[in-house]
């Protein structure tokens, strides 16, 4: 069940995705975190972020809108709180690293270069609920570049770097950021979207506009992992909508390399370790070896 | 003033889980209005007042999202919940039939705090605000404190669990907005007046948020702690999201696990809202 990110081993390419998750403590009662291929962290950002008004979510057809914020409370309590509490699960931790400019990306992965038991981080150049950072790092090539590059000299662990749906071409700039030396790639992160209420006329969420995840945006997920990972050499982590093994599964043949998990954490909190054991039992069943078989394996 | 903390509370939460669960009843109690028993051992057997469950209401995809309900009442391996029909969630809620298989999460929350030597408390009930004080009335009657009750809703039929709270309370006062039982006008009004001559050990309250500041405002005058159950968007639950989030005096709190039973005095209330009258 193993695969290979960047340097690292994994025990199996089942992820969480950054923001479902917290940093795992509050699905304690839930999941076995050891059994996960890695933890990936909730945003943090070098100072604590309060998040935006509420309301911060809608339900959607088949998913839901969110525009949290990325409300943390900085990288000094994340080292104190969530670190320390990690330290003592055997499971590997991606941090995933939020900023409003290039050297507040840099901030937080220059402080966690201090800790030990951070195996990498995902670099958040894609989420489109905060006005200054976020997606707006993700959208051009350039600033793209810029980031990736500036958070490469700050470390040798792993280095992902988070892709927005919200662009012309995600292949520009997946290969823009490729070429910085990033060692993978995570995407989607949520679809730009936003709800009215028609009884008050008013937007669904406080900031009118936010990201929308779950089953629905699957098939744009699909697509997106497809097209990068045929044009890059970096291995993929694919994720949007996966409810189960077998969407998972879907995203492998289409060329991700892992997976990461999401909304659907909230749906059903053990929903990671089915996904687990019926990767298992898929590969299983039809004699396939390595799960890493599965990458790339779509017939033409 | 006294204060009653979370450490102090008599009663201690067990961890929550995935449960399956199946419809018993589900009986319409008023226009929108409903009360579904599902058979949910381990929640029954762990519930404590003022929690609530997560309910897996569908598993199609039309939505996805699970519901949050208070526990209302709880018998045996049994759970009550009330229910108002408000959106997609509650409109298939109120369609399940006896037998019909759901899970939950849970018991989830922080639920009412009760310290010991607690001897008077008053139950203030805005609506569908019964929901969590079904319980917590129930279970102090058990332990011999004295209950007072009041209720507010818009008319007769929405009075809800009159016979509960009558059963178990020394005294239960109602107010209707259009006056059709007990006295017109709101249950804060009510409350300002049980609160001037009775004197109480806590004060319990739920409904809507700002039913909910006012009667914060009037205990806190008579220097009476106040505890409150905040109702927010909720997706995940468990404290993954920060969708719920309530402004405190301490930061921003996570209404599903750090509430939804709050201290009043902890909450800052929404600067939006319009500020309660003294």
Known sequence: ?300 | MRRCMGEESVWRPVNPALERISVVANERLAEGVGLVTLHAPRAAAGVLPGQFVHVRISRGTDFILRRPFSVHRVSGERIEILYQVLGVGTRALAEKVAGEEMDLVGPLGSGWRVCEGTARALLVAGGLGVAPLGMLAEELAGRGVAITVAIGAPREERVLARNLFERVARRVEIATDDGSCGLRGPVTGVCERLLSDGSFDIVYTCGPELMQRKVATRAAAVDIPCQVSLERLMACGIGACLSCVVRTVDGMKRACVDGPVFDAQQVLWDPTETPPEH
């Open chain 1, 1 to 300: 069940m193993t695969v290979k990110l960047g340097g690292l081993e994994l025990r199996n390419p089942v992820l969480t995705a950054s923001g479902t998750f917290a940093s795992g403590r509050e699905f304690a009662d839930f999941v076995e975190l050891e059994r996960l291929g890695a933890v990936v962290t909730k945003g943090v950002s070098l100072d604590p972020w309060d998040g935006n008004a509420s309301p911060r979510v809608a339900e959607t057809a088949s998913g839901m809108l969110n525009s949290i914020g990325l409300q943390n409370p900085g990288v000094d309590a994340f080292c104190e709180n969530d670190l320390a509490w990690l330290a003592d699960v055997d499971v590997p931790v991606i941090v995933n690293v939020s900023g409003h400019s290039v050297a507040g990306y840099v901030g937080v992965i220059e402080r966690l270069e201090r800790e030990t038991g951070v195996a990498g981080y995902e670099v958040n150049i894609s989420c489109p609920n905060v006005d200054a950072g976020g997606m707006a790092f993700g959208t051009e090539c350039s600033a793209a570049a810029e980031v990736t590059r500036a958070c490469r000299v700050a470390t040798t662990r792993l280095l992902v770097v988070k892709l927005t749906p919200n662009v012309t071409d995600i292949v520009q700039i997946a290969r823009a950021v490729e070429a910085e030396g990033a060692d993978a790639l995570s995407l989607i992160n949520t679809v730009l979207g936003m709800a009215v209420d028609v009884e008050t006329f008013r937007p669904k969420l406080s900031r009118v506009v936010g990201g929308i995840s779950g089953p629905a945006i699957k098939p744009i997920a699909l697509r997106m992992v497809w097209q990068v990972s045929n044009a890059v050499s970096v291995p993929v982590i694919g994720m949007g909508g996966i409810m189960s093994a077998d969407d998972a599964v879907e995203f492998m043949l289409v060329g991700a390399t892992a997976v990461a998990v999401g909304t659907a954490n909230f749906i059903d909190p053990t929903v990671t370790m089915r996904i687990v054991d019926g990767l298992a039992e898929f590969c299983h069943a039809r004699g396939i070896e390595r799960v890493s078989d599965l990458t790339g394996a779509m017939k033409a």
